[in-house]
C-alpha cells in the first residue's frame, strides 16, 4: 500500500526578513520502467517512456509565500528534448520573461543546458508547474505548486477552518507517450489520440488489462491494486483542505469521495463564498480546494473520478483510509461515490452559478466590473477545426487563423518591432512574418450549425498569431464554442498566461451582444485563470491589460493546442517592456534575467543598429551600449573583449 503524505516539504529556504529566496535544483531525465524494476510505472504498464524531475511523478512541490523570491535551476538531461518551464496560474506581474512558454516568452532549452527560473511570487492559491512545449508534460514533466499568503485576511480565516492538507494530482494517462500521440496530429491521414487507459490520481493507478493478467510481459508482476493505487490516510474527526489539480491532457472530470461532502472554497488562488457539493466537475488545467471533514465510521473510503463530456474513458483511485483501523487489500466491490452521466451539463452549469468570489472589492483588478460599457473593448473568439490547404493537415483556429510558432520568440519579435526605425506606435505596430488575430470572426452564422456551410472547412490564415492590447486598457472575450468538422461540439477549457480573469457570463447558442449582457454577474463573479467553454455554449471573460508582455490564450487540451494552439497571443505594450534578456534574444542563451543598469550611464540594448548607434554608442555587448574609444560612454575596449572585460561593462 502506497501512503501519499499530507505533509507538504519545502525547497531549501533561505530567509532575509520576511521574505524568503525558495530555491529549487530539478534535474529531469528520461525514464522507463522494466520487467526487472518497475519503479517507473505509474499503472503497472512497462516500456513506457516518462520525463521526470528528481525521478518523482507528480514532480517536486514548489511551495512559497507572496513576496517570496522562488529560483528553480532547471538541468535537463533529456538527449532529445527541448524544453521551457510555465508556472500555471502564476501572473507574473511585471516579470514577463519568466513565463516559461517556448517560443511566446523564451526560447526552449536544448538537452544538457541549465536553465534558471527566478520571480517573486504575488498570486496565492493552488497552481500547477508543467513543460510547455509539444507534450512533454503529458509524459510527467509537471507538479504542484502551494502559494499561501499570511497578510491576506480571508487566507487567514480560511487557514482557520481545516487542520491539514493535502494535494490531489489529476492525470489522464496513456500507453504511448506524447511524442508518438503528437506525430499523429501532424501526418496526414490524421490520427487522433483517442482516450487514455489509465486515470492516475497522486501519480498511482492501475491498468485495467494489467491487473485482470499481471503475467503479461508488458505488465509489473507485483501488479495490484494494493501496490499501485495511492492512499491519503487521515483522522477521524479532522477537516482537510483538499487541493485539487486536475493536470489532465485532455478529458474533464468529475470527483467525489464515497460518504463525504465537500465544501468549495477557493479556485485558482481566488476565495470563494463556500458551498457544499457531493462531486465536483473540473476541467484540464482547473485548480479547486474544498474542505472535507472526516465525519463517517472509520474505515476505508474510495475517492473517484468519472469522465466527463467525452463518452469513454478510465476510473480514477484513490483511497482514503482512517487512521487506526486494520490494514485490509483494496477491492472495487467496496461502495463507490455517484458521478453525473458524461454528458450532462447541469452540474457543470450548477457549480458554475455557485461559484462567486468573496470579497471581490479586495482585488486590485475588481474595477474592470465597474467599467463603464463603452470603454470595454469586447473580443469574440470563435474556435473552429479547420483544414490547412497548404500543410494538408486538420488544424484548429481562433476566428479563422490557425496558430503557429515562431522561430524567436514572440516577446523579443513585439519588442523589435516597436522599437524599429521609423515604425507606427503601438498598437499599430505591424509585428513582421506575425499574424493579427480580428476582434471579430470573420463571418457569422449559427454556431450550433455545422461550419462547412458557413466560414467553410478550410483556415483563412496560419503563423504566429496575436491580438494587441494597450496596458490599462479593459478587455472582455466572448470565448464561443463551434461544432468540430465531424459535426461534434466538445467541451473546452482557456487558460489566460499573465493574468486572472473574471467570468461574467456564460450561455448556450449564439452569443448575442443586445441580450446576452444584461445577464452577466457584475458584482461577484469568480476570478480565476481556466474557464469552461461548454458544447455549442459561449462564456465571456473580462479582465484588465495590466501586464506589458506576450501572453498566450488557448484551450489546455494539449492535443487542441498543438493543431494550431486553438488560441492566440495577447501582446501588451511591448514599448513599455525592459530590453529583454539573452535567453529571450538568442535560442543558444538561457539567461532569463534582463540586462542589469550599465555603468557610467550607458543605456540597455538588444541591438547595435537599433539601440546604440542612434545614441552615440558604437557596440551592443551583454545589453549595454559601449564604444571602442570613449571611456566617458562606457569602458575603453580594444579589440575583442575577455570575459572579465565583459563583466566590467555592467554593475555588479
Known amino acids: 500500500m502506497k501512503i501519499f503524505s499530507l505533509v507538504l516539504t519545502c525547497c531549501q529556504a533561505i530567509h532575509s526578513g520576511e521574505a524568503s529566496l525558495r530555491e529549487y535544483t530539478w534535474t529531469l531525465r528520461p525514464r522507463r520502467a522494466q520487467k526487472n524494476d518497475p519503479t517507473f510505472s505509474p499503472d503497472c504498464y512497462l516500456d ?34 527541448t524544453v521551457s518551464l510555465h508556472f500555471h496560474g502564476l501572473t507574473m506581474l511585471g516579470q514577463p520573461y519568466v513565463d516559461g512558454t517556448g517560443s511566446v ?5 536544448g538537452p544538457s543546458q541549465t536553465q534558471v527560473y527566478e520571480f517573486t511570487v504575488t498570486d496565492a492559491g493552488t497552481h500547477y508547474w508543467h513543460g510547455h512545449v ?37 492525470q489522464d494517462w496513456y500507453r504511448l507517450d506524447g511524442n508518438y500521440r503528437r506525430t499523429g496530429l501532424d501526418t496526414n491521414p490524421f490520427i487522433w489520440i483517442g482516450n487514455a487507459q489509465t486515470f492516475l490520481i497522486n501519480g498511482g493507478g492501475a491498468l485495467s488489462s494489467c491487473l485482470s493478467n499481471p503475467s503479461d510481459v508488458s505488465c509489473a508482476g507485483d501488479c495490484s491494486l494494493d501496490n499501485y493505487i495511492r492512499t491519503i490516510e487521515v483522522d477521524a474527526g479532522k477537516t482537510y483542505r483538499l487541493r485539487l489539480i486536475s493536470a489532465t491532457e485532455l478529458i474533464g472530470v468529475n470527483f467525489a469521495i464515497q460518504g463525504h461532502q465537500m465544501t468549495v472554497v477557493e479556485v485558482e488562488g ?26 463517517q465510521t472509520p474505515d476505508y473510503y474510495w475517492a473517484t473520478t468519472s469522465v466527463r463530456y467525452r463518452n469513454a474513458g478510465p476510473t480514477g483511485y484513490i483511497n482514503i483510509k482512517y487512521s487506526g483501523i486494520p490494514t485490509a487489500n483494496f477491492t472495487l466491490s467496496r461502495p463507490m461515490p455517484m458521478h453525473p452521466n458524461w454528458n450532462d451539463t447541469q452540474p457543470t452549469i450548477d457549480l458554475e452559478n455557485q461559484l462567486v468570489t468573496k470579497n471581490v472589492d479586495e482585488y486590485d483588478d475588481s474595477d474592470v466590473l465597474k467599467s463603464d460599457p463603452t470603454s470595454i473593448r469586447r473580443i469574440i473568439v470563435v474556435g473552429t477545426q479547420a483544414r490547412d490547404m497548404s500543410l494538408s493537415l486538420l488544424r484548429w483556429a481562433a476566428n479563422n487563423v490557425t496558430n503557429m510558432m515562431s522561430d524567436e520568440p514572440m516577446v523579443l519579435s513585439s519588442y523589435n518591432a516597436v522599437h524599429a526605425q521609423g515604425t507606427a506606435s503601438w498598437p499599430d505596430t505591424e509585428i513582421p512574418g506575425h499574424v493579427r488575430v480580428p476582434d471579430r470572426p470573420p463571418n457569422v452564422w449559427d454556431y450550433t450549425q455545422p461550419v462547412q456551410g458557413s466560414v467553410g472547412e478550410y483556415n483563412g490564415d496560419r503563423g504566429p498569431s496575436y491580438i494587441p492590447l494597450v496596458e490599462g486598457e479593459v478587455v472582455e472575450v466572448v470565448l464561443q464554442n463551434a461544432r468540430a468538422l465531424n459535426g461534434v461540439a466538445e467541451m473546452h477549457a482557456w487558460h489566460l498566461h499573465g493574468h486572472s480573469f473574471y467570468v461574467v457570463g456564460m450561455g448556450f447558442g449564439t452569443f448575442d451582444e443586445a441580450t446576452d449582457v444584461a445577464s452577466y454577474n457584475l458584482i461577484n463573479p469568480v476570478r480565476r485563470d481556466t474557464a469552461t467553454l461548454l458544447p455549442l455554449g459561449w462564456t465571456a471573460l473580462r479582465f484588465k491589460a495590466n501586464n506589458p508582455g506576450a501572453w498566450s490564450f488557448h484551450c489546455t487540451m494539449t492535443a487542441h ?6 488560441g492566440l497571443v495577447f501582446v501588451t505594450s511591448p514599448d513599455m517592456l525592459k530590453p529583454p534578456p539573452i535567453g529571450a534574444r538568442s535560442c543558444l542563451a538561457t539567461n532569463l534575467k534582463s540586462p542589469s543598469t550599465c555603468i557610467n550611464g550607458a543605456p540597455a540594448c538588444i541591438d547595435a ?19 571602442f574609444d570613449s571611456p566617458t560612454k562606457s569602458p575603453m575596449m580594444h579589440g575583442p573583449a575577455s570575459k572579465a572585460e565583459k563583466r566590467n561593462i555592467m554593475k555588479a
Not at 507528480?58 to 535551476?73: F, K, L
Open 48 to 81: 513506457r517512456p516518462m520525463l521526470l524531475v528528481n525521478d518523482q511523478y507528480p514532480g517536486p512541490a514548489i511551495e512559497a509565500s507572496v513576496g517570496d523570491t522562488v529560483r528553480v535551476n532547471l538541468v535537463n538531461h533529456s538527449p532529445t528534448e
Open 270 to 295: 481566488t476565495i470563494v463564498q463556500p458551498f457544499e457539493v457531493q462531486s465536483l466537475d473540473i476541467m484540464p488545467a482547473q485548480r479547486y480546494s474544498v474542505l472535507v471533514t472526516m465525519d
Open 609 to 627: 543598429a537599433t539601440d546604440c548607434m542612434t545614441k552615440g554608442f558604437s557596440h551592443c555587448l551583454d545589453g549595454c551600449c559601449w564604444n
Open 105 to 109: 516568452s523564451q526560447c526552449a532549452s
Open 561 to 566: 493546442a498543438l493543431m494550431g494552439r486553438m
Open 134 to 170: 509539444s507534450m512533454e508534460r503529458a509524459d510527467g514533466f509537471q507538479g504542484p505548486i502551494v502559494i499561501t499568503d499570511p497578510s491576506n485576511k480571508d487566507e487567514k480565516a480560511l487557514a482557520d477552518m481545516y487542520d491539514e492538507e493535502a494535494v490531489i494530482f489529476l
